[in-house]
């Protein structure tokens, strides 16, 4: 895929898969401090960057990314980057989404709380085949198959990958969450999550650090302040009903976890947002 101006893209219709929908792929050399955002995309799209280095902020929380590296934007999830000053980057995209799109994902460890991507050895692969997507865009069945490639290249070559797809341990690691994600308005305990498993508190602790690089209290309290900074930007709720909406007894104990994980109070955050 040659460049010939600084930014290329093609949008592409290929909505027909069961497991994911391919719209865009692009290529983009920036300018030194080019930046994007703040932005909140309805579509999932993964960056890989060619030279150069950048950062990127997710959810409020920065990442230096540099040649060579991947970052992830999930649909849904409020993001910011910016080229470096002195040597910015240079990077590819593809825009997908889809039934299966933030699995494949996460089985190349990436996600929501891993945004990055780092693979263990030469990944020029990634380039080569976002380049072929891009040159034969008009070529549907084969947009398919590469798009297929892409993901089981990304997922071997990922030096964050624990888990093959069969691997029992990582539906134990799925099911931790998707607990969290449901009841975590609830004044639930590890031990609770745990044993919604089937596990005991210890193994499914090592096994969630291993797969996440979280613990579960910390993923759980994690995605506590997601949902209350959505309800701090987005409702008028006080910080009161915040605080029990997201699982806290009270309003002294959540603006303290608060201001650990934000720097500053939940109404300090609201006002200044």
């Not at 300018?31 to 280095?53: A, L």
């Not at 931790?176 to 005991?200: H, M, Q, T």
């Amino acid at each position: 895929m040659e460049v010939t101006g600084v930014d290329k893209v093609k949008f592409i219709d290929c909505t027909k898969s069961n497991d994911f929908y391919l719209f865009e792929v692009g290529r983009y050399k920036c300018v030194p401090n080019y930046s994007y955002g703040p932005i909140v995309r309805t579509r999932t799209i993964f960056h890989y960057v060619i030279s150069g280095k950048g950062y990127l902020i997710l959810d409020d929380k920065r990442y230096d990314i540099e040649s060579g590296q991947g970052f992830l934007i999930p649909a849904k999830c409020k993001a910011y980057y910016e080229a470096d000053a002195e040597d910015p980057w240079e990077y590819t995209w593809i825009h997908v989404d889809g039934p299966r799109t933030m699995e494949l994902f996460n089985s190349a460890g990436i996600s929501e709380e891993n945004p990055i991507y780092i693979p263990k050895s030469d990944s020029g692969i990634i380039l080569d085949i976002l380049g072929d997507i891009y040159d034969h865009s008009d070529r549907e069945c084969y947009c398919y198959a590469k798009v297929y490639e892409f993901f089981d290249t990304i997922i071997s070559l990922s030096k964050n990958r624990i888990f093959n797809d069969v691997d029992p341990r990582l539906a134990y690691v799925k099911s931790a969450i998707n607990f969290i994600r449901l009841k975590y308005s609830e004044p639930i305990s590890v031990e609770e999550i745990a044993a919604a498993c089937g596990l005991n508190r210890s193994y499914l602790s090592r096994l969630f650090k291993h797969a996440t690089g979280y613990t579960p209290q910390e993923y759980l309290s994690s995605y506590r302040m997601k949902k209350a900074t959505e309800l701090l930007l987005e409702s008028t709720e006080s910080v009161s009903s915040i605080a029990l909406i997201v699982g806290y007894s009270d309003a002294f104990t959540f603006s303290k976890a608060f201001k650990r994980f934000k720097g500053v109070s939940p109404s300090e955050y609201r006002n200044n947002h």
